[in-house]
């Protein structure tokens, strides 16, 4: 069973680009929501998002209600079904891309980040491939749940960089990973258990690169309504400069009493 989900979603160019190469998709009766952010020139990243966004929808449609028998991909039995539906559902997507790419030459290194949430009973799986980020904003704590697939982020890991040498680093929009990048992905997966008011932002880097994650915060405190908020983080974005596409969804959960 899907829980109620209220949501608010908004995406801008910003300031410095000509096109947003930015999505999003959000079906509360799916309990699907995600974010991408495509890359490539000729409108190519713009092609990717789309793809990736329509893909995944497409793939978790197919396999709705559908017996494990006739699962469409190879269904990893160490794994719960949220988890195969996520994975096969990006790992469908990352083919489509892959393969139209190849027959569309001019699309050649098109590609998307993505970070995706299923939500179902009192759990929410989510899977993500580059530097699009999850946070959980609760008891007045905002958590990071992904890590960024970033040439910077490794070198943090690695002790080469601080986190604050890594926010201001030229190299700080380099992934590592992407869909459409490699027919093997590699996807970072995991799941969360949910209780009544829970809320959950999903973006771009294009928010979390200019705006810092206190700020995030303060938004997030003193703004209870979601549309309200969605607006005062683009807003927040745009003021500080928006060199980037930014996009940015807002979910909270309530469980029927």
Not at 13 to 36: A, S
Not at 153 to 179: D, I, M
Not at 232 to 249: C, F, M, S, W, Y
Request: aromatic residues 8%; proline residues 4%; glycine residues 8%.
């Amino acid at each position: 069973m899907i829980p109620k989900i209220k949501w608010s979603a908004k995406t801008h160019r910003g300031l410095l680009r000509e096109e947003n190469e930015d999505n999003f998709l959000c079906d509360p009766e799916l309990g699907l929501f995600l974010v991408v952010d495509g890359m490539g020139g000729h409108e190519a990243g713009e092609v990717a998002a789309s793809i990736a966004c329509n893909s995944i929808k497409e793939f978790i449609l197919q396999i709705k209600d559908k017996p494990l028998k006739r699962f469409p991909i190879t269904y990893r039995k160490n794994f719960p079904l949220e988890w195969n539906t996520l994975l096969g559902a990006l790992s469908y997507a990352n083919g489509k891309i892959i393969k139209y790419a190849e027959k569309q030459k001019i699309m050649f290194g098109m590609g998307t980040t993505i970070v995706s949430t299923l939500f179902y009973d009192k759990k929410m799986t989510y899977a993500h491939v580059g530097d699009s980020r999850l946070y959980q904003f609760k008891n007045g704590l905002l958590k990071l749940l992904t890590e960024d697939h970033s040439w910077v982020q490794e070198q943090v890991r690695l002790g080469n960089l601080t986190p604050e040498e890594a926010q201001n680093h030229p190299l700080k929009n380099v992934v590592t990973r992407a869909l459409g990048g490699s027919s093997k992905i590699s996807i970072d997966i995991a799941d969360i258990s949910l209780e009544n008011g829970d809320k959950f932002l999903l973006c771009s880097d294009g928010l979390n690169v200019v705006v810092p994650e206190e700020v995030i915060l303060k938004i997030l405190m003193e703004e209870i309504d979601l549309d309200k908020a969605t607006e005062k983080l683009i807003q927040e974005t745009l003021e500080r400069g928006a060199p980037d596409n930014v996009t940015v969804v807002l979910l909270q959960v309530f469980f029927e009493k």
